[in-house]
């Protein structure tokens, strides 16, 4: 049970902190507050400490303005740290990490009488490899990177290698003056500069490494170890995840968890199990790995020795891969027929993420058959780790050192690609949505190439077993949880707990007062796309504001970039396109010009109507193109429209129309950022007064006053 002094404890921290902000209390945080205390506080245990039960999560939609960041902080953190547990606080972007780490934390420790350490956590590929620092600057390297150049394309080219660059991340090294953080890096660092530095679980020998203990990835796992609070992202949790929980962060058993920004998970929960592999690079891959393997054969001694056993045995292994998959690029040639020539990348879709059962069958030879190159390539690696404990034979230490990093990047290749042909070898359970799976062809004449996909079409079945079913308690919260007033999508898509407890919270902001919602009067619907698009140029021709903030929020490219050619002169001298620059870039000179007191008239698409922040003067009109409807191309979303319609659903109700609700909330939500903002939303669609699902979309909405011309 929560007991009293938490309770008075987490009480006298926010009168506190209120008093230091000179704020006033909000309904709405302290019903946020009282309701995560309430769930994390109540959780039962066992004698071990274990959790019982399945009431240990909070899924809070708490509207812009609510103060979500400090309400589960102050919650959160006493209640974690009472019940012996670790806190991880994920977020989706860097932006609210920096805001947690720099200042809702330090602003806890300075004002209130609570006490804890916290720590930002990454993954490896933020943090320099020091090894792989030394081999670029050491005479060798180019000589090195020859060898390996065509198997490790992605991490490895013999030109254009930045030399100076890495002098200099070694000065800095060596001087104190940086850390090895990408992020800490004030330098101009281009992203092949940098993947050649980093490394991942695979490559990493860990204790093994000559460089350990000055390893700036290890150093920050060792304060990790010690905090009682790990920032961390989406990415990196579900990385940890899907390794068995533990690996980078706290195991999921002893961890408290709060996502914010917690819309995101799923999705990136989908694509963190999504596979893609082609099969005749694949072919050429393999026979580079055994021609590279032989350049390890004649590095061996005299000595008998396991590694020199495997690799004589390894080129039977490939030659086997190889011809199971060119099996399969014989099997699949009736697919690549029907595509129709011509199209960019043609692309055919298993109905129901269903194979043949032949493909099938030779997934699993595949499957089975690259998890017995990959056991023989990590012997490998592990007689070479022996080697750096003084116990392994027939591979000399300065061959180990050379070849355990590389190894590594095979065996991360090699287990992609037991993953997708595991995934095409399961029958799925048809109690479960399937997997969608498809065949792309990509190139042309001699570079054509099969590139298999595969993917969960809903992430709530893996989420619900490595996370929910495995963590002490959790917390998920955002503006955008809930569709259609509902939390039955994200429920869906996430697989919460169904004893979960919900709660909304309402935006402090008064929108009737600060907002108008306008729906002029079009004469075409989106679907008539010209006809549409000149409207919109008319309409943004009259309407524009030349002095003031404006956002244009379109769903497609091809769209924005007509409409951006086509405005009058006047709109093209206030014009930042999204594109044109980075988004940073933009939305800098679009405050700049808006300080100088000149017009700004921004276009953007969907990344533009999220997390986007403009308060004030910067934005004063927000105008939306259309309904933004996702256009089911995309293989998962095409499988899991199929499968809800197989069951009697119809994909355009529960999925098609919840997701434009929730898009339309994030994007009219970019006006209102503060209590004293005002301002107009336009939506340029005519379908929110004409068709019968458009009140249902409009009463999604906050309550702007609202502005609906007659059709």
């Known amino acids: 049970m929560l007991s009293d002094e938490l309770k008075s404890n987490i009480q006298d921290a926010y009168r506190a902190i209120l ?28 004698d071990n400490n274990e959790r019982l039960g399945e009431q240990h999560v909070s899924v809070i939609e708490a509207g812009t303005g609510t103060g979500k960041t400090l309400s589960y902080c102050l919650s959160a953190i006493p209640i974690a740290k009472a019940r012996g547990k670790t806190l991880v606080i994920s977020t989706a972007t860097v932006a609210l990490q920096e805001q947690i780490l720099h200042k809702e934390l330090p602003e806890l420790l300075k004002h209130t009488d609570y006490s804890f350490k916290y720590s930002l956590a990454k993954g490896r590929g933020r943090y320099l490899c020091l090894n792989n620092l030394q081999n670029h600057l050491d005479s060798d390297a180019e000589a090195t990177e020859d060898m390996f150049a065509e198997l490790f394309q992605q991490h490895l080219q013999a030109d254009d290698v930045n030399i100076a660059l890495y002098k200099e991340m070694d000065e800095a090294l060596q001087a104190g003056t940086w850390d090895g953080d990408k992020d800490n890096w004030e330098g101009i660092l281009r992203e092949q500069d940098w993947s050649r530095m980093t490394t991942d679980h695979q490559q990493c020998t860990n204790r093994n490494c000559a460089n350990f203990t000055a390893c700036p990835f290890f150093k920050s796992r060792a304060e990790i ?39 995101h998970l799923p999705e990136k929960a989908i694509n963190h199990f999504r596979h893609e592999v082609r099969l005749q690079q694949s072919i050429q891959w393999l026979r580079q790995l055994e021609k590279n393997l032989l350049g390890l054969k004649q590095e061996l001694t005299d000595e ?133 799976r498809w065949l792309t062809v990509t190139g042309q004449g001699v570079d054509q190439d099969i590139e298999l996909g595969g993917s969960p079409i809903l992430a709530a079945h893996t989420l619900r077993m490595q996370l929910w079913n495995k963590c002490f308690g959790a917390v ?212 929110l007064i004409t068709k019968r699902y458009g009140s249902n979309l409009l009463n999604s909405l906050p309550p702007y006053a609202r502005q609906l011309e007659p059709q």
Not at 25 to 46: E, F, H, S
């Open 225 to 263: 170890e010690v905090a009682d609070i790990i920032i961390a992202n989406h990415d990196l949790v579900l990385a940890d995840l899907s390794l068995g929980g533990g690996a980078i962060l706290t195991p999921p058993a002893e961890t408290v968890y709060v996502f914010d920004e917690g819309h």
């Open 304 to 436: 008998v020795s396991v590694t020199g056993n495997l690799l004589f045995k390894i080129p039977q292994m490939i030659q086997t891969i190889v011809n199971f998959i060119q099996y399969a690029q014989q099997g699949l040639a009736p697919f690549i027929n029907t595509l129709e020539s011509g199209e960019n990348d043609p692309q055919h879709r298993f109905e129901f993420g269903i194979v043949p059962d032949e493909l099938r069958q030779l997934a699993y030879s595949l499957q089975t058959s690259y998890q017995k190159l990959f056991a023989a390539i990590e012997s490998i690696y592990d007689e070479c780790k022996k080697v750096k404990q003084n116990e392994g034979m027939g591979v000399t230490s300065e061959t180990a050192d050379t070849w355990m990093p590389v190894l590594g990047v095979i065996l991360g290749r090699l287990e992609q690609a037991q993953s997708l042909w595991t995934l095409y070898s399961l029958q799925d359970d048809l109690n479960y949505p399937p997997n969608a």
């Open 19 to 46: 008093a230091a902000k000179g704020h006033k209390p909000r309904a709405g945080q302290r019903q946020m507050i009282a309701t995560i205390a309430r769930t994390l506080g109540n959780i039962p245990v066992d």
């Open 476 to 687: 998920v919260t955002s503006a955008t949880l809930t569709a259609l007033n509902q939390f039955h999508r994200f429920n869906m898509r996430s697989g919460v707990p169904r004893e979960s407890e919900y709660l909304r919270v309402m935006s402090p902001f008064n929108f009737a007062e600060n907002a108008v919602l306008n729906i002029p009067t079009l004469t075409f619907e989106p679907t008539q796309v010209e006809q549409h698009t000149q409207e919109i140029i008319s309409y943004l021709n009259d309407n524009v504001n030349l002095q003031a903030g404006s956002l244009v929020l379109f769903s497609s490219r091809r769209q924005m970039e007509a409409v951006a050619e086509a405005l009058n002169s006047k709109l093209q001298a206030i014009l930042l396109v999204q594109g044109e620059q980075s988004k940073r870039v933009i939305l800098d000179s679009h405050k700049e010009k808006i300080d100088a007191n000149q017009g700004s008239l921004l276009m953007g698409l969907a990344s533009f109507a999220e997390g986007v922040d403009l308060p004030g003067k910067y934005l004063t009109h927000v105008i939306i193109a259309k309904i933004p409807f996702s256009v089911p191309d995309d293989p998962v979303d095409a499988t899991l429209s199929e499968w809800i319609q197989k069951r009697g659903g119809n994909p355009f109700m529960e999925i098609s129309i919840p997701d434009a609700s929730l898009k339309l909330v994030q994007a009219t939500g970019r006006l209102l950022r503060s209590e004293k903002d005002t301002g107009k939303i336009s939506i340029l669609d005519k379908r």
